[in-house]
């Protein structure tokens, strides 16, 4: 498999909301879609691994057909923002990661207060959480 320096993040426009994708810079592998975890590894047309997951993944609900009102009303909040920047991306994905019960749960919550008041994530971030690591 071919790989590229760093993931980068799927297309705004691609993506429905309540998730997150990015392309692994990996061309896909035999099966066209793969289950990993709380992620779905698929491709694009022209063979380039894209790895999806939900943002909701710590409410244990991970398909958008077992979300509840309360996710589909904020996630409608969302679509009326419009589209949002590769930072805020950034900094959601890496909220979605956050589990309380992870032993990094405080530092990653002081990374997200510094990325949330600075605008950005700073990189490398020190830890991920326990569910999908941030773009």
């Given at each position: ?60 609900v991970l398909e958008e057909k077992d ?22 991306r950034k900094i959601r994905a890496h ?41």
């Amino acid at each position: 498999m071919t790989e590229s320096p760093e993931a980068k993040l799927l297309s705004y426009g691609l993506l429905s909301p309540g998730y997150e994708a990015i392309y692994t810079g990996r061309k896909a592998g035999a099966s066209a879609e793969d289950t990993q975890g709380p992620c779905v590894i698929t491709s694009d047309e022209d063979g380039n691994e894209i790895k999806k997951w939900s943002l909701w993944t710590w409410t244990g609900v991970l398909e958008e057909k077992d979300w509840d009102d309360d996710i589909k009303l904020i996630n409608r909040m969302q679509e009326q923002l419009g589209p949002l920047s590769d930072e805020a991306r950034k900094i959601r994905a890496h909220i979605a990661s956050l589990a309380v019960c992870d032993n990094g749960f405080p530092v990653t919550v002081d990374e997200l207060l510094d990325a949330i008041g600075s605008g950005e994530l700073r990189e490398p971030t020190f830890h991920n959480g326990c569910f999908m690591p941030s773009p």
